[in-house]
């Protein structure tokens, strides 16, 4: 223990005999959180506005919800300046390509939000025309359920983000949190397999949506694959 | 509500719609067409091959000079039903004395064409397209006969009544982006 040499501040210094001293108001920390705490406080939206959730999304960007808390406000319309892209309604099978498109547009490290009851699982749309849930063809960090979603929520959302953000970024990219890795790990695995067998981890898309295909999940895959 | 107003299963067609029904009988002749009413509708079957004849006459003798719509009708299976499968309806409006009268065309499997009006009313442009990308029948004549809701590559017409509903797959056929390769 010493005096504080320094005018302002405590009078007294706790500085343990096998640690460097370290001055007052200066952290340690490791440079990834850093990085990361920068990131999740500057978040630039993409708004892939294509239904009501939409006009919910103009509201959270407008002053009465006020994004710009979150320092998300930064709403751009090139994919090349986001890193968060807000699925925001529900997407036709004519608009999955351009949606994949814009996602492979948009620099790294990028997250998604699937906003809304259509975008998560194609809603009360069922039918041939949309697509039924975008993290079917993208990946996606988080899901806002609701029809639409109340600007809480879409807040809350962005706050999910940012935790995720802080936990899962590195310096150099978005490398995601370890269970979204392992998903994506049957993703591609389920990719190489032919079509009408399954691979035994994964988590049947006919057991999330409550419904059974004649064969049982060994049997996942004909029907989206024909 | 005056009780002298007509329930609608009583309302009968106007008396400007009956007007062009006279005058078309005068142009072509009652033997290109065949008529039904239905509460206040007026519906003008006519054959294909007859079909630019009767309209060219509704346009120019009888007043009807505005398309106000084009849709088409899949029939398959429908109870009771001996006719062609498909039918295209045309509502012609006349916007003077506000009469209104469908002329409806029936078109059979396979191969479903009909002659385009686009020659009497180029508004009828998308609305053509559109019927050829639900119910793939053609529009012979009509100079841009592509889809126009469905992606080029759809191979279907969806609103058959033998296409399920939920398609044949085409809504997840698509590459999967992972966020390795993303």
Redesign the interface.
Known sequence: MALNPHKGGSDLIVSPSDQPEVPENVFLTTMDSVVSWCRKHSLWPMPFATACCGIELMAVGASRFDLARFGAEVMRFSPRQCDLMIVAGRVA??M??VL?RI??QMPEP?WCISMGACASTGGIF???????GID????VDVYIPGCPPRPEQILRAVMDIQAKVQKGGTTFG?E?LPE?RAR?KY??AR?DTAAGTGIADERGDEDRFGYRIPGGPSQLGI???? | MSTAAPSPTEAAPSAASEAILAKLAAAVGEDAYCVTRFRDNIRIFVTPAKLIEVLTALKTKAGCAFLSELGGADYLKYPGRTGPRFEVHYVLRDLDTAGIVVVKAGVDDPDPALPSVYGLWPGCDWMEREVFDMYGIRFEGHPDLRRILMPDEFASFPLRKDYPLRGRGERHNFQRLTREES
């Open positions: 099978m004519k999955m390509p994949q996602w492979l990028k069922d039918t041939y025309a949309v697509v039924q079917r063809f993208i990946p978005n995601g979204l994506e993703v591609l990719r029907e989206e694959t024909r």
